[in-house]
């Protein structure tokens, strides 16, 4: 995708894009079934992808990374983390969270993927 992309190849990267979603889409879910029959309303709603990495590489790349972790501490709204147990990232997360920030309530979902 990273060549499609330097090589301006717009159709070469929107079709690696389509094979890359089929696959991920896999752990968003925690059903499969779920999962293959979301991905052609998921396609159409994310619109097109070339365009979409045109912005993320030229326009989102240059803000750099998220630099307020260390600010967390000094939210005191309360704070509402979902968290699904089948989650491909690691429950860990949802941990550190919740030492960065006191106030946050963590609820776990059973049978549920990345997407709550």
Same mark, same amino acid.
């Given at each position: 995708?990273?060549?499609? +992309? ?6 070469? /990267? ?17 059903? $499969?079934?779920? @999962?293959? #029959?979301?991905?052609? #309303? /998921?396609?159409? +709603?994310?619109?097109?992808? /070339? *365009? @979409? ?6 326009? +989102? ?5 998220? @630099?307020?972790?260390?600010? +967390?501490?000094?939210?005191?709204? $309360? #704070?509402?983390?979902?968290? !699904? =147990?089948?989650?491909?990232? $690691?429950?860990?997360?949802? /941990? ?7 106030? #946050?309530?963590?609820? =776990?979902? *059973?049978?549920? !993927?990345? =997407?709550?």
């Amino acid at each position: 995708m990273e060549r499609a +992309l330097g090589a301006e190849d717009a159709e070469s /990267y929107r079709a690696l894009d389509r094979q890359l979603v089929a696959l991920s889409i896999r752990a968003w879910f925690y059903s $499969p079934e779920q @999962a293959s #029959t979301y991905l052609e #309303t /998921y396609l159409d +709603l994310a619109g097109d992808a /070339y *365009n @979409a990495a045109l912005v993320s590489e030229r326009i +989102l790349g240059s803000l750099g990374e998220f @630099a307020a972790w260390d600010r +967390l501490g000094a939210w005191e709204a $309360p #704070t509402l983390v979902l968290y !699904g =147990y089948q989650d491909f990232e $690691p429950i860990t997360q949802a /941990y550190t969270i919740k030492e960065w920030a006191p106030q #946050t309530r963590i609820v =776990y979902l *059973n049978e549920c !993927g990345h =997407y709550p």
